[in-house]
Nanobody
Framework: QVQLVESGGGLVQAGNSLRLSCAAS????????MGWFRQAPGKEREFVAAISRSGGTTYYRNSVKGRFTISRDNAKNTVYLQMNNLKPEDTAVYYC???????????????????WGQGTQVTVSS
């Protein structure tokens, strides 16, 4: 079992930055690829970014490339999402998730993930 707790959300103006954190406890953190997803009201949960177990490979949805950076610190059992140049369309609840499939899997589908956090709200005002 893995427990995930997100933090770092908030209300910011467009163009500003936020860093989300997701702290993991339980089984070996480095055994899991980690992903960030988001869900806006009335919309489906969508992939934002993912990182391989070692941190050597990262993946992003097109709309956040160049603005968001996913990273992990396996010694601290934490994954991060640095979000720069935020836009109103980034407003959503952001979730982190853990995936135990091997490196090289497609990490963009939320139903493939094994564990989820409770989410943290990010609101970007124009």
């Amino acid at each position: 079992q893995v427990q995930l707790v997100e933090s770092g959300g908030g209300l910011v103006q467009a163009g500003n930055s936020l860093r989300l954190s997701c702290a993991a406890s339980g089984r070996t953190f480095s055994s899991y690829a980690m992903g960030w997803f988001r869900q806006a009201p009335g919309k489906e949960r969508e992939f934002v970014a993912a990182i391989s177990r070692s941190g050597g490979t990262t993946y992003y949805r097109n709309s956040v490339k160049g603005r968001f950076t996913i990273s992990r610190d396996n010694a601290k059992n934490t994954v991060y999402l640095q979000m720069n140049n935020l836009k109103p369309e980034d407003t959503a609840v952001y979730y982190c998730a853990a995936d135990q499939r091997p490196d090289g899997s497609d990490y963009s589908y939320f139903h493939d993930y094994d564990y989820w956090g409770q989410g943290t709200q990010v609101t970007v005002s124009s």
